[in-house]
């Protein structure tokens, strides 16, 4: 069983509390990416130690690092070789340019050449269709590539080379990589300055430039605001847009001579209707209609969904009217009971059945619990007061 570094147990504190206390395990994918910066896959051990860090249940982790394809279920090789097979690259060779590579490396889709260099895989899709076929190394871009210079490609990797990628910095292997996914900056002097934009992205500059297409109002200098500015700044436009409405204008009469010559108040003109043999007919006078103001939705305002918590959110959707919550869905309507209980001596046979069996060793509630931030927080204040962690981590365990 691995026995993950303080490195990787102090980056771990350091991801973990870039989120609030009650939303722990949102780190989890970074987490998971941590891990596998350490072993090269999400072994089970990695799964444990992310499972612990969070206060989650193995099969809460195990379902997140099996449904995305970034996570390694596996030891890989130092460089993972990903080749487009999907219908566009398809057409322009791809699928001849993966035949190829696993021909010359002896092996097919999710496996290691022997001296643990290069792991071979078909992807169904790079979204690099304008530059296709392509392949990725690490998901770095090799465009355009051929049967020829893909095999060229992993040979020089297999040497100890690092071949320049189309686009995109310097390569770098798994490992590494994994520790930039994880939210760590890569520190190899000079990594980033390597690498360029390919030509069809700068053809499409090229041409929005020539042809003045731009978002309206847009300035590659505004920063980003949080969710605070951005609803002050809301609120302020709306009050700025209700003092300037114009105020209502009060409805008057016009005075009209009557036939000796005298003003008549009256009310707006009637509206004439015509008659059968084409003559117009007045109505007598119609009160007057006043259009009606736009003012919008007459819904009353409501939070934001952001300012609930996901559950709730989800449990609303799934039952819009609940009034009473359940531990398991908060927000939704308890189910009637439909069936009469069962009789007082089953009761007892399953209270006993209960009491005999010992739930499993990872048979934590499901959810956030903020017990293990709180350590991992604990333990951080503690580095920088230069206390001994690792015994402080050794209590929290026995804890």
Same mark, same amino acid.
């Given at each position: 069983?691995?026995?993950?570094?303080?490195?990787?147990?102090?980056?771990?504190?350091?991801?973990?509390?870039?989120?609030?206390?009650?939303?722990?395990? /949102?780190?989890?994918?970074?987490?998971?990416?941590?891990?596998?910066?350490?072993?090269?896959?999400? /072994?089970?051990?990695?799964?444990?130690?992310?499972?612990?860090?969070?206060?989650?249940?193995?099969?809460?982790?195990?379902?997140?690092?099996?449904?995305?394809?970034?996570?390694?279920?596996?030891?890989?090789?130092?460089?993972?070789?990903?080749?487009?097979?999907?219908?566009?690259?398809?057409?322009?060779?791809?699928?001849?340019?993966?035949?190829?590579?696993?021909?010359?490396?002896?092996?097919?889709?999710?496996? !290691?050449?022997?001296?643990?260099?290069?792991?071979?895989?078909?992807?169904?899709?790079?979204?690099?269709?304008?530059?296709?076929?392509?392949?990725?190394?690490?998901?770095?871009?090799?465009?355009?590539?051929?049967?020829?210079?893909?095999?060229?490609?992993?040979?020089?990797?297999?040497?100890?080379?690092?071949?320049?990628?189309?686009?995109?910095?310097?390569?770098?292997?798994?490992?590494?990589?994994?520790?930039?996914?994880?939210?760590?900056?890569?520190?190899?002097?000079?990594?980033?300055?390597?690498?360029?934009?390919?030509?069809? !992205?700068?053809?499409?500059?090229?041409?929005?430039?020539?042809?003045?297409?731009?978002?309206? #109002?847009?300035?590659?200098?505004?920063?980003?605001?949080?969710?605070?500015?951005?609803?002050?700044?809301?609120?302020?436009?709306?009050?700025?847009?209700?003092?300037?409405?114009?105020?209502?204008?009060?409805?008057?009469?016009?005075?009209?001579?009557?036939?000796?010559?005298?003003?008549?108040?009256?009310?707006?003109?009637? !509206?004439?209707?015509?008659?059968?043999?084409?003559?117009?007919?007045?109505? #007598?006078?119609?009160?007057?209609?006043?259009?009606?103001?736009?003012? #919008?939705?007459?819904?009353?305002?409501?939070?934001?969904?952001?300012?609930?918590?996901?559950?709730?959110?989800?449990?609303?959707?799934?039952?819009?009217?609940?009034?009473?919550?359940?531990?398991?869905?908060?927000?939704?309507?308890?189910?009637?009971?439909? /069936?009469?209980?069962?009789?007082?001596?089953?009761?007892?046979?399953?209270?006993?059945?209960?009491?005999?069996?010992?739930?499993?060793?990872?048979?934590?509630?499901?959810?956030?619990?903020?017990?293990?931030?709180?350590?991992?927080?604990?333990?951080?204040?503690?580095?920088?007061?230069?206390?001994?962690?690792?015994?402080?981590?050794?209590?929290?365990?026995?804890?």
């Amino acid at each position: 069983m691995t026995v993950f570094t303080e490195e990787t147990r102090e980056r771990a504190r350091e991801i973990i509390a870039r989120y609030p206390a009650d939303r722990s395990r /949102s780190a989890l994918l970074p987490l998971l990416h941590l891990v596998q910066a350490e072993e090269g896959y999400v /072994s089970p051990a990695g799964v444990t130690f992310c499972a612990e860090v969070l206060g989650l249940n193995k099969a809460q982790v195990g379902a997140v690092a099996t449904f995305y394809t970034m996570y390694k279920r596996k030891p890989t090789g130092d460089f993972l070789v990903s080749v487009c097979t999907n219908t566009m690259c398809n057409v322009l060779g791809g699928q001849e340019v993966y035949d190829t590579l696993s021909e010359h490396l002896g092996v097919g889709h999710d496996e !290691t050449t022997a001296d643990g260099t290069i792991t071979l895989e078909h992807a169904e899709c790079l979204a690099a269709c304008d530059y296709g076929p392509v392949m990725t190394v690490n998901y770095d871009f090799f465009d355009g590539v051929d049967p020829t210079t893909a095999v060229g490609v992993v040979d020089e990797l297999r040497a100890g080379g690092r071949p320049m990628p189309t686009r995109g910095a310097r390569l770098c292997t798994l490992k590494e990589m994994a520790v930039q996914l994880a939210g760590f900056a890569d520190e190899r002097d000079g990594a980033v300055a390597d690498g360029g934009p390919g030509e069809p !992205t700068l053809r499409g500059l090229r041409l929005a430039q020539e042809h003045g297409v731009s978002v309206p #109002g847009f300035d590659p200098n505004t920063p980003i605001r949080s969710k605070a500015e951005a609803d002050k700044a809301a609120a302020e436009a709306k009050a700025k847009a209700e003092a300037a409405k114009p105020a209502p204008v009060e409805a008057t009469t016009a005075p009209v001579k009557g036939g000796d010559g005298a003003a008549t108040p009256t009310a707006a003109p009637a !509206t004439p209707v015509t008659g059968g043999d084409g003559a117009a007919t007045p109505t #007598g006078n119609a009160e007057p209609v006043e259009p009606a103001a736009a003012t #919008g939705s007459t819904a009353p305002d409501v939070k934001a969904p952001d300012d609930k918590s996901p559950q709730v959110r989800t449990a609303e959707t799934r039952q819009p009217d609940a009034g009473t919550a359940v531990p398991d869905a908060p927000g939704t309507k308890a189910p009637a009971q439909t /069936s009469p209980p069962a009789p007082r001596d089953a009761q007892a046979a399953q209270a006993a059945g209960a009491a005999a069996n010992a739930p499993a060793g990872d048979g934590k509630p499901a959810g956030d619990s903020t017990g293990a931030q709180e350590r991992n927080l604990t333990e951080a204040s503690a580095d920088a007061d230069g206390t001994d962690h690792a015994a402080a981590s050794e209590t929290g365990a026995q804890k």
